[in-house]
T-cell receptor, first 116, second 109 residues
Framework: GAVVSQHPSRVICKSGTSVKIECRSL??????MFWYRQFPKQSLMLMAT?????????EQGVEKDKFLINHASLTLSTLTVTSAHPEDSSFYIC????????????FGQGTRLTVV | GIQVEQSPPDLILQEGANSTLRCNFS?????LQWFHQNPWGQLINLFY???GTKQNGRLSATTVATERYSLLYISSSQTTDSGVYFC???????????FGKGTRLSVIA
């Protein structure tokens, strides 16, 4: 299957700092990528849809100024958590697809963010 | 949008036992996937199965799209099968997958 690589896998940062998470599709081009967040013992919740060359679409309740998404190329989307606070500590995971419709989605390894 | 419900929420099995996990979805779907989330959080793709039946080793899955459900079968379970199994689906176009709440499986020796 297709490979989606996410980096870093784990990060600890101080409260008030910003953290950037990268999501790369290694062997295919992805015009659209998706960012999810997962709290302990819960399911994955969609945060935003990242569109190459245009603004991201955020789900209700997700602050676009806090979670900055950039999809500058067909193989890379980044999520920046700005002015992180302890409540932002979570598992963040990205997803990409081979084509625009009706195809299997693949996920990165996830990033475990801890804000202290 | 699509709603996905999984059952049971928790399941404990003796090693060697078989099990069936169920996923119900609220509308017609173009995509239905099953995942296993390992202890490190990574989602492992098990099946891409918007309809029909597929098998991969001890695992198999069936989706009956007209009745809006999918089943994941695990046979001869092993302790390494433990973890959370998620079902996810999407309605149409390049929309994101919507996840169920998962089934937490524990296989004990």
């Amino acid at each position: 299957g297709a490979v989606v690589s996410q980096h870093p896998s784990r990060v600890i940062c101080k409260s008030g700092t910003s953290v950037k998470i990268e999501c790369r599709s290694l062997d295919f081009q992805a015009t659209t990528m998706f960012w999810y967040r997962q709290f302990p013992k819960q399911s994955l919740m969609l945060m935003a849809t990242s569109n190459e060359g245009s603004k991201a679409t955020y789900e209700q309740g997700v602050e676009k100024d806090k979670f900055l998404i950039n999809h500058a190329s067909l193989t890379l989307s980044t999520l920046t958590v700005t002015s992180a606070h302890p409540e932002d500590s979570s598992f963040y995971i990205c997803s990409a697809r081979l084509a625009t419709m009706n195809t299997e989605a693949f996920f990165g390894q996830g990033t475990r963010l801890t804000v202290v | 949008g699509i709603q996905v419900e999984q059952s049971p929420p928790d399941l404990i099995l003796q090693e060697g036992a078989n099990s069936t996990l169920r996923c119900n979805f609220s509308d017609s779907v173009n995509n239905l996937q099953w995942f296993h989330q390992n202890p490190w959080g990574q989602l492992i793709n098990l099946f891409y199965i918007p309809s029909g039946t597929k098998q991969n080793g001890r695992l198999s899955a069936t989706t009956v799209a007209t009745e809006r459900y999918s089943l994941l079968y695990i046979s001869s379970s092993q302790t390494t099968d433990s973890g959370v199994y998620f079902c996810a689906s999407e309605g149409s176009g390049n929309t994101p997958l919507v996840f169920g709440k998962g089934t937490r499986l524990s296989v004990i020796a």
